[in-house]
């Protein structure tokens, strides 16, 4: 027996959330949305900082690694402003929770994190929490958690999506052909960023697919793409790198065509 929540019990709340990934960025919308609160994307941390500077937000979802500015660059730039906006709620949001992680997002400003991937009610405990929500016994109900396995050929995993969607299947298609315009274009960029040994992009493009595999459910590459955007990003072990590439590109294709016969145009 699980507990089923009461997603409609945060009031009328704005939430910025900081992220570089669009697939993640429509799905976390989605959810968040669904719940009755208002929602703004930044695309980087840098980004993040203009928003903030010029609306008033009750908590920020703040990806760690991105482009431009850092989640943790962009949280000590938060926590020096003044007129009461630096001391807005700050989750992080990580693929790569590691030791000592914890450590450093609270010496940075940060109150809380959340490791991806993570489903709804864990988003929503997390939010819920740093919002100083009290929960009361009319807030949770016990019921059966039913979600359903997905087929043991299947090379995807959209049940913890479809979980989140509230039985909206357009909002699922959607979120499917998202993943099939942008994937293709991100492998090949991969690739070139292989080939001219530009690790650091290659970094940059490994972290932005682990967050749209993730997503998908999709497991085969997991682990190749956090070797090549923790490596890349570091510049370590980079000999291996363009196996590693190569190895995620030969994965991802049988995943994608399998999408593509499931969700055709």
């Known amino acids: 027996m699980l507990q089923e929540i009461n997603y409609q019990s945060l009031g009328k709340r704005k939430i910025l959330v900081v992220e570089d990934t669009t697939v993640n960025q429509y799905l976390i919308r989605r959810i968040i949305e ?16 203009g928003m903030v500077e010029s609306a008033d937000y009750d908590l920020i979802l703040m990806d760690i690694q991105m482009p431009e500015m850092d989640g943790m660059e962009a949280t000590r730039h938060i926590r020096q402003m003044p007129d009461g906006k630096g001391g ?7 693929a790569n929770f590691l030791k000592g992680d914890r450590e450093r997002y609270k010496a940075a400003g940060m109150n809380d994190f959340l490791p991806k991937p993570f489903n709804e009610s864990t988003l929503f405990v997390v939010i819920s929490n740093n919002l100083h929500h009290r929960a009361n016994r009319s807030v949770l109900q016990s019921v059966n958690d039913k979600r359903p396995l997905p087929p043991p050929d299947k090379l995807y995993d959209l049940s913890n999506v479809r979980g989140m969607s509230g039985g909206d299947e357009t909002f699922v298609k959607s979120l499917v052909r998202l993943f099939i315009n942008t994937t293709p274009e991100m492998l090949d960029q991969m690739r070139q960023a292989a080939q001219q040994r530009n690790w650091e992009e290659a970094s940059k493009l490994a972290h932005k697919l682990k967050g749209a595999v993730e997503a998908m459910g999709i ?9 090549i955007s923790v490596n890349g990003r570091k510049g370590i072990e980079t000999d291996k790198l363009p196996d590693l590439v190569e190895q995620v590109l030969h994965s991802l294709d049988p995943c994608l065509q399998q999408v593509k016969k499931d969700f055709p145009s």
């Open 34 to 49: 669904s719940w009755g609160l208002e929602v703004d994307i930044a695309n980087n941390g840098k980004e993040a900082l």
């Open 88 to 94: 807005v709620p700050i989750v992080a949001l990580t």
């Open 219 to 227: 497991t085969v590459v997991k682990e190749e793409l956090r070797a």
